[in-house]
């Protein structure tokens, strides 16, 4: 891969009870485990960072490729859910995500052929692939 980007970020405190940070100050939040994992969720959580990321980015890689195509991409939305949870084996946790794609000015098959190839040059796409589970729907409306 030639890197044409380097994001950093440094975490502190307590892990998901602690901070985290861009070394360029741009991003800086309080961390909280989520009440459902036992914290007070008094903070945003690597759950909700990951998932604003992958739906911003999957909506770039969408609108890369309507363009590509000259598709209307009016009030095109994409909405990212992530779970974590216990593996089956037990012994350590998992992530999983589901994106609600809407592409409201473009018919349903056009739609799902675009949403196809957006899930081939996102990278958060590419990253996941084979190592959680996505779920792509096309959706009227995101939310």
């Not at 960072?49 to 598709?71: I, Q």
């Not at 216990?86 to 675009?114: H, M, Q, S, T, Y």
């Amino acid at each position: 891969m030639k890197t044409l980007y380097t994001a950093e970020a440094l975490a502190s405190g307590e892990g998901r009870d602690g901070n985290a940070r861009t070394n360029d100050g741009k991003l800086d939040v309080a961390l909280a485990s989520p009440v459902e994992l036992g914290g007070n969720g008094q903070g945003t959580n690597p759950e909700q960072l990951f998932a604003a990321g992958y739906a911003a980015c999957f909506h770039s890689a969408l609108r890369l490729v309507g363009r590509k195509e000259r598709v209307d991409l009016t009030d095109s939305a994409v909405a990212a859910k992530v779970h974590i949870g216990a593996l089956p084996d037990g012994v350590g946790f998992g992530l999983a995500a589901e994106l609600e794609i809407a592409l409201p000015a473009l018919g349903r098959e056009k739609a799902e052929e675009l949403m196809k190839k957006a899930h081939q040059v996102c990278p958060y796409s590419n990253a996941t692939r084979g190592n959680m589970n996505v779920d792509l729907k096309l959706v009227e409306f995101a939310a």
